[in-house]
């Protein structure tokens, strides 16, 4: 237990601050990221000095850094850049955009496809920036419903369709490999906007997604 629970060692490297310094204990701020998780190896019973774990902390940090770095860009500025005039109100759906983020709750991955629509008022989005805006609210700390909600949002503010849908499919490692450990389980989750709480319009964009997935099986 004494190796377990033996104090932070000094700091060896240099390395930007955690985000967000918790108020709870101003005293971490004085560790560097790649010091905490040194010493999160050693509380685990492992030797943080050994070959394979030497750069294990640095690789952590920079790893964390690319999986969060959403929190550092601004979807409406994202938008903003690609909106165009265009006479064109049908239907424009967006399919099978790949997903990856991490869940709040225990910071493990849950990943999946997500399914975007909208019907434009006079203005629409280059495609591209769809799934860029994606991952935007991905590549932060997340839960499902919140990062559908969001993107949906994010559309109709920069937009203002006449309406908007968003699906998304996942499986949570938070549920596969570890509690329930439920190795078929998805989850699925939707944000409905304007025309698309009609049930004609939202079947209409339900359907086609449907459509897609039987196609990509």
Do not use: W
Request: charged fraction near 25%; hydrophobic fraction near 40%.
């Amino acid at each position: 237990m004494g190796e377990r629970t033996r104090r932070m060692a000094q700091p060896i490297a240099v390395s930007k601050p955690v985000r967000g310094v918790l108020e709870i204990d101003e005293g971490l701020s004085r560790f560097s990221m790649q010091e905490m998780y040194r010493e999160i190896l050693s509380r685990l019973g492992e030797n943080p000095m050994r070959d394979g774990l030497l750069a294990t902390p640095a690789r952590v940090e920079k790893s964390l850094a690319f999986l969060t770095k959403g929190y550092d860009e601004d979807p409406t500025q994202l938008l903003r850049g690609a909106l165009f005039d265009v006479d064109y109100d049908e239907m424009v759906i967006v399919k099978d955009i790949e997903m990856f983020s991490l869940c709040e709750h225990h910071m493990l991955p849950f990943f999946g496809k997500v399914h975007v629509a909208y019907i434009p008022k006079g203005k629409v989005i280059g495609l591209s920036k769809i799934p860029r805006l994606v991952e935007v609210f991905a590549r932060r700390l997340q839960v499902q419903e919140r990062l559908t909600r969001q993107i949906a949002d994010a559309i109709e503010d920069a937009i203002h369709p006449q309406g908007v849908g968003v699906v998304i499919e996942a499986r949570h490692l938070c549920m596969m490999m570890r509690g329930i450990e439920k190795q078929n389980s998805s989850t699925v989750t939707s944000a409905m906007v304007g025309c698309f709480r009609q049930k004609e319009t939202r079947g209409e964009f339900l359907s086609l997604v449907r459509q897609a997935n039987h196609g990509s099986m």
